[in-house]
T-cell receptor
Framework: DVKVTQSSRYLVKRTGEKVFLECVQD?????MFWYRQDPGLGLRLIYF???????EKGDIPEGYSVSREKKERFSLILESASTNQTSMYLC????????????????FGPGTRLTVL | AQKITQTQPGMFVQEKEAVTLDCTYD???????LFWYKQPSSGEMIFLIY??????QNATEGRYSLNFQKARKSANLVISASQLGDSAMYFC??????????FGKGTLLTVNP
């Protein structure tokens, strides 16, 4: 019953390393998202993509980039990891049926807890 | 810009009772959607219910219903007949025409036996 998977549940990296977080969904969803979740701040959108090779910045894109070469895969890249990027990273995908009055099919991945030392 | 406000950091409810979790929003979009999620201590984010801004009827999904009052810009989640397994963090979120979601800071619900 796989829906959205993320490459790692836990990851420890050193400051300055390049970090790749992978997300794969098997529901043929157009829209995919990367969030980070920090205590007291809730979820904040980093980047999202509404089609292959299409991406848009979210609320906190600084220090991150993304890649979407295939519909099912959305990658988050930390070009040079810093300690303030220690966080829980959540990937999500969704599809809206029939516009704003339609139904929603949406799933989150299990999350990757990243620690940058 | 969109904003979601959840004013209740924590809520307590007795098992089998109903509970309402508050959510107010602010947006200049005419077309938008409102979402509720549950996040248990295990960390996974579970989608519960969705309401489109043009839906005239309140959304319902099993024991969950969304009390949508458009004029007041509120989208409260009602959980009927609470169960111990409902203890979790609950997040309200909204998305505009591109469904980029803005989340509230969450309400921690504790169900007491």
């Amino acid at each position: 019953d796989v829906k959205v998977t993320q490459s790692s549940r836990y990851l420890v990296k050193r400051t300055g390393e390049k970090v790749f977080l992978e997300c794969v969904q098997d529901m043929d969803h157009e829209n995919m998202f990367w969030y980070r979740q920090d205590p007291g701040l809730g979820l904040r959108l980093i980047y999202f993509s509404y089609d292959v090779k299409m991406k848009e910045k979210g609320d906190i894109p600084e220090g991150y980039s993304v890649s979407r070469e295939k519909k099912e895969r959305f990658s988050l890249i930390l070009e040079s990891a810093s300690t303030n990027q220690t966080s829980m990273y959540l990937c999500a995908s969704h599809r809206i049926y029939g516009g704003t009055s339609g139904r929603v099919e949406q799933f989150f991945g299990p999350g990757t807890r990243l620690t940058v030392l | 810009a969109q904003k979601i406000t959840q004013t209740q950091p924590g809520m307590f409810v007795q098992e089998k009772e109903a509970v309402t979790l508050d959510c107010t929003y602010d947006t200049s979009d005419q077309s938008y959607g409102l979402f509720w999620y549950k996040q248990p201590s295990s960390g996974e984010m579970i989608f519960l219910i969705y309401q489109g801004s043009y839906d005239e009827q309140n959304a319902t999904e099993g024991r969950y219903s969304l009390n949508f009052q458009k004029a007041r810009k509120s989208a409260n989640l009602v959980i009927s007949a609470s169960q111990l397994g409902d203890s979790a963090m609950y997040f309200c979120a909204m998305g505009g025409s591109n469904y980029k979601l803005t989340f509230g800071k969450g309400t921690l619900l504790t169900v007491n036996p």
